[in-house]
């Protein structure tokens, strides 16, 4: 009998040249679609065509099966599904030859112990499955602020990576102030609509910003200019009109989780941030950029460890030091521009001290100690009545922290901890585990609202008076501070026995 040899190929795509640009759509995915709005926009000024993969759907899940591992976890099976479901789309519309020529898709990559390091081999995967090995396929390394792939088509300068990292910032922000606002608007849609018209502002801000310099003098541009923040002084301005009634009582629910999944609005995750707002929550929503910020501050942490052993030391560390301290400061501008609406991100080293007893922070992958630094940062501060924390199936990492918040909950008893599992297929599962614990959050909300009045002697007529004299009180725009207290309508309450006098 006559045996065929078969030897392993690595995945090489064929090169993307400058003169290719003009023509080659590039397809990206895995966030938001106010992220990829935006990203969508620094591309563009930087003269890519591009294209977002359309929002991850049920389907998606199923079509990853039939491409990848079976064993993969569930973020990995829904982009791989979602780029397969495109690809089919558009080989549909303009042929293989079309799909080979006129696309390409881009995903970084970073080293580490799970699947985020393997996810261009599920994709590839996908392209042997639909026999379209031509496809260009391109990983980038997140951890790079300029690379570029063969053939030179597609280069990460200093401009598009500032660009990338503001769509970033912007996204976030805009998404901080969409679930603070949303949960008490008045006017039924009016968040949804000014979120929109939000995003088309800044991609349109975006894909028209100057480019100044290439190096050292486009870092310095991007840090220190005020283009970037009179955009969002504009976008506040629509916000401005937006009016809330902050005295509905809500508990308010953190997400945690891993990154894609805790990031995801869709189907992937069972829409469970929109169900939660359903089921009467407030939901806090996790920035990318607090990744990006553990990721810059583990560089930090690493070199503290090897102290005794690295050159040039405290220069390294002034360097590392200088960059994260850059990268906050950029974001706090940022949030000022908005009154200050959107959450801070957290001290990456607080987070590291509260979870140290219960997660090494050299244990990497995924959201490493984050998970429980988070959950505790937010008990402990008063932030949420509850955690819901979205861990995908078949996830080494995401397994690792929710054993350690076993020992989390037993010497914190009183924290309201809901880890869900997601599968992509057991919505209904998820959502009775989540509403067991939001029951308790409901009932935690009210009781310390009524405690607020008890204490400022107010009742809500009160405050409804105080209102109509102040009707500034109730623009989603107006910062109120926090006083102590997890619900949004106990710091208000607060806020107006201060304003008022009684406390
Ligand atoms: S953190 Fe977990 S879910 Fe995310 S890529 Fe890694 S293994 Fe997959």
């Not at 590039?26 to 993969?53: A, C, D, V």
């Not at 801000?205 to 005020?226: C, E």
Request: aromatic share 10%; hydrophobic share 35%.
């Amino acid at each position: 009998m006559e045996t065929k040899e078969f030897h392993y190929r690595a995945y090489r795509p064929r090169p993307f040249t400058k003169e290719e640009r003009s023509k080659t759509t590039i397809l990206f995915g895995g966030l938001t679609w106010k992220h990829e709005r935006l990203i969508q926009g620094s591309l563009e000024r930087m003269g890519y065509k591009s294209m977002p993969l359309p929002n991850i759907e049920r389907q998606d899940l199923d079509i990853g099966k039939e491409f990848i591992d079976v064993g993969a976890c569930c973020p990995t099976t829904f982009t791989a599904g979602n780029l397969a479901r495109t690809l089919m789309t558009l080989r549909e519309r303009e042929g293989e030859e079309g799909v080979k020529n006129n696309y390409l898709f881009v995903t970084i990559g970073a080293c580490g112990p799970c699947r985020f390091g393997q996810y261009h081999e599920s994709y590839e995967r996908v392209l042997e499955g639909l026999n379209l090995t031509d496809f260009r396929l391109f990983l980038l390394d997140l951890m790079q602020m300029e690379q570029s792939a063969p053939g030179g088509g597609l280069e990460i300068s200093m401009p598009l990576t500032f660009g990338l990292v503001y769509s970033m910032f912007y996204a976030d922000l805009i998404t901080d102030m969409e679930y603070a606002i949303r949960p008490y608007e008045v006017v039924e849609g009016s968040t949804d609509r000014v979120v929109k018209e939000s995003i088309e502002l800044l991609y349109e801000k975006l894909k028209n910003r100057p480019i100044k310099g290439k190096k050292i003098d486009s870092l310095v541009w991007h840090v220190f200019t005020g283009y970037f923040v009179d955009a969002l002084k504009e976008v506040r301005r629509l916000w401005d009109e937006i009016e809330v009634d902050r005295l509905r009582v809500k508990p308010k629910v953190k997400i945690t989780g891993e990154f894609w999944l805790q990031t995801h609005e869709g189907d992937g995750n069972y829409n469970i941030k929109r169900w939660l707002e359903k089921e009467g929550a407030e939901v806090i929503p996790p920035p990318v950029a607090v990744w990006m910020d553990y990721l810059i501050n583990m560089e930090l942490f690493k070199l503290e460890d090897a102290k005794g052993f690295v050159k040039k030391y405290y220069l390294k560390k002034l360097a590392i030091g200088t960059i994260a301290g850059l990268y906050k400061m950029v974001y706090n501008r940022l949030r000022k521009a908005l009154n200050n609406i959107p959450n801070p991100l957290p001290d990456q080293r607080k987070l590291k001290e509260l979870a140290r007893p219960y997660f090494h922070y050299r244990l990497t992958g995924g959201e490493g100690h984050m998970l429980i630094g988070k959950a505790l940062y937010a008990y402990l501060n008063r932030q949420a009545h509850m955690i819901c924390e979205l861990s995908p199936y078949g996830c080494l990492p995401n397994t690792m922290s929710v054993g350690a918040m076993a020992k989390v909950l037993g010497d914190y008893p009183d924290l309201l901890y809901a880890p869900i599992e997601i599968k992509g297929d057991a919505e209904v599962h998820a959502y009775s585990r989540c509403q067991m614990i939001l029951t308790e959050a409901k009932r935690r909300a009210k009781e310390e609202f009524e405690e607020v009045l008890e204490r400022t002697g107010l009742t809500v007529e009160d405050i409804r008076n105080f209102e109509e004299d102040h009707p500034e009180l109730r623009r989603a725009t107006y910062k109120v501070p926090h006083y102590g207290y997890a619900g949004t309508a106990s710091n208000y309450a607060m806020h107006i026995a201060k304003l008022m006098g009684r406390i």
